[in-house]
């Protein structure tokens, strides 16, 4: 056990065979609450409390996966250039739909810190809550808040989004490929890309455009949005 904790690939191991069980999970009992990322949160967190492993041990192997996450999201791009003729056609809806989520999410956070007399520091911990975890930790960070924290509350973010995403877009009677896709992308990054991308093609490649756009504008909107509370 302790070869095994002390072990560089410790942290890889338990990483990846919990997203394998998620996976398995959801796609053999077919219920999308078993989302492989959040199957795969508690999976790692028994297992380093049983093992008794401190996190800066785990971190030190699965660090590398987090090397993925740049390139994983520029890949995003591949879905949007094979369906850019559409987002020639709406590209005026597409910004205004991006930009209208965008301070929807910042705006949110705005009332919901005054509402809960929130101090500057948690506030701008939760202002990037929609954007992904690459651009989110930097703007934390230059912000003054608490990127780590930050971190966790993007991931519950994306995870929420992937799982209801599509039952609130039923719910509303939103049917239109375009706009399902801005709406998943926007709200809940790539997570939510994820789920786009299972829902069809034009849907994944308009959530993977709301995520580089959504977080180009989250950057320059927060700055904003920074002193008002």
């Known amino acids: 056990m302790v070869f095994l904790t002390n072990s560089l690939y410790f942290g890889i191991l ?38 008794k492993v401190e996190y800066k041990t785990y971190y030190e192997g699965a660090k590398y996966i987090s090397f993925l996450l740049t390139p994983a999201t520029i890949c ?12 020639k056609h709406n590209l005026k809806a ?17 009332a919901f810190s005054y509402m809960f007399m929130l101090t500057h520091e948690q506030y701008i911990t939760l202002l990037p809550k929609s954007i992904t975890t690459a ?22 973010t994306g995870i929420f989004g992937n799982l209801i995403g599509e039952y609130v877009c039923k719910m509303f009677k939103i049917t ?21 991308l299972e829902l069809g093609e034009v849907e994944g490649a308009m959530s993977g455009l709301s995520v580089a756009v959504s977080g180009i504008i989250t950057v320059v909107l927060a700055n904003v949005f920074a002193v008002l509370l």
């Open 14 to 51: 338990i990483t990846i065979l919990g997203y394998f069980i998620g996976d398995y999970l959801r796609k053999k009992l077919n219920l999308s609450i078993l989302n492989p990322i959040l199957i795969g949160i508690i999976f790692v967190g028994v297992i380093i409390t049983l093992c």
């Open 76 to 87: 995003l791009a591949i879905p949007l250039y094979e369906e850019f003729e559409i987002l």
């Open 94 to 110: 597409v910004i205004l739909g991006i930009t209208a989520g965008v301070l929807s999410s910042l705006g949110s956070i705005l």
């Open 135 to 156: 651009i989110g930790m930097s703007l934390s960070s230059e912000l003054g808040g608490i990127p780590s924290l930050t971190v966790a509350i993007i991931i519950i």
């Open 176 to 196: 239109e490929p375009v706009s399902v896709g801005l709406a998943f992308g926007t709200a809940s990054h790539a997570v939510g890309t994820a789920k786009a």
